[in-house]
Structure formats: C-alpha cells, structure tokens
C-alpha cells in the first residue's frame, strides 16, 4: 500500500522537463525521456536476465548518454553504467562506484521502507552530484562543475 502512496505522491511533486533548471536535465528530458521515438534506435548491451518494464526508456536514456553497456556489480571494466537492486547493495559500494565515474540505473527505489531509505541516503551523498528520480527507476551520477541537484521527473507512461 505505501508503494502505491508513493507513487501518487511522486506523481504530484514530479515535474516535466519545464520543472528543470539544469541544461544536462533539461536536455536529456526534452530529447530522450519525453520524446515519443527517437530517429536511431538505441543499442546497449544488459545483464542477463534483465527485462524491466522500462528497458526501452531506459536503452534511450544511456543511448543518449554514450553508455553501450549496462553492467551489474561487480562491474565490468568497460562498462560505464551499473543496473544495481538497492535490496542487495551496501551504500558504500555503491558511492565508491560513483566515485569511479559510474552511472548507477537504481531499478525500484520505491519499492520497500529499505530501499527507500538507502536511495535517500544515496541522493544526500556528496558523491552523487545529479540523481533523476522516474519512480520506477533512478539514475545518480556525477557530474563535473555541476552543483549538486535531485531532480524529480514525471515517469512517461506513454513510452513502456
């Protein structure tokens, strides 16, 4: 039930990409999360076994962030995104991976009090200097010259 809560929740403190005022965010809004297609489509090679919902929103969104390789933990040495399930990760492992340059997919930070509580943990850390927040999924990374920012973006249910 509080999953549900939280979703309605995120649907009203949730903005489109007119609520950003980051250019990276805006950009990333406006030409991947909120676009109905794209004119190439997106090629990225996933860890086995893994078939979210989202995975053509998300293929979209590395596609567009020059990431061809979704990698779970331990990550491999090429890849520069890691698909991580807050359930079964330490905080610690997961801001050393940021600091390395990773980009972290969080798949379902809303889905227990747990995973709730180490996501919020992860967006207060001085690591994560950008964290997009789409409900079903989350993205933190660092960004060089970039303040610190959480952004809270409404989930395109038009593009599963």
């Known amino acids: 039930m509080r999953y549900y809560w939280d979703l309605i929740k995120h649907f009203f403190v949730s903005n489109s990409r007119h609520g950003t005022h980051s250019p990276f965010v805006y ?4 030409n991947v999360i909120y676009q ?4 190439q489509p997106a090629k990225v090679n996933w860890p086995r076994d893994y ?3 989202y995975r053509q929103l998300l293929s979209d969104i590395l596609a567009y962030l020059n990431v061809d390789r979704l990698s779970e ?14 359930q079964a990760l330490d905080t610690v492992e997961l ?5 390395d340059g990773k980009i972290l997919v969080v798949h379902e930070p809303f889905k227990t009090s747990a995973t709730k ?3 919020e943990e ?4 001085e690591e994560v200097t950008v964290s997009i927040n789409l409900f079903h999924f989350g993205l933190l990374l660092y960004r060089e010259g970039q303040r ?6 409404r989930y395109p249910f038009w593009r599963r």
Not at 73 to 86: I, S
Not at 95 to 99: D, K, Q, Y
Not at 122 to 125: E, G, R, V
């Open 27 to 30: 950009g990333l809004a406006s």
């Open 36 to 39: 109905n297609s794209l004119a």
């Open 51 to 53: 078939n979210p919902s």
């Open 73 to 86: 933990l331990p990550p491999e040495n090429t890849a520069k995104a890691l698909w991580v399930d807050l």
């Open 95 to 99: 801001l050393s991976a940021v600091r």
């Open 117 to 119: 509580k180490k996501w």
């Open 122 to 125: 992860l967006i207060k850390a």
């Open 148 to 153: 610190k920012e959480n952004f809270v973006l």
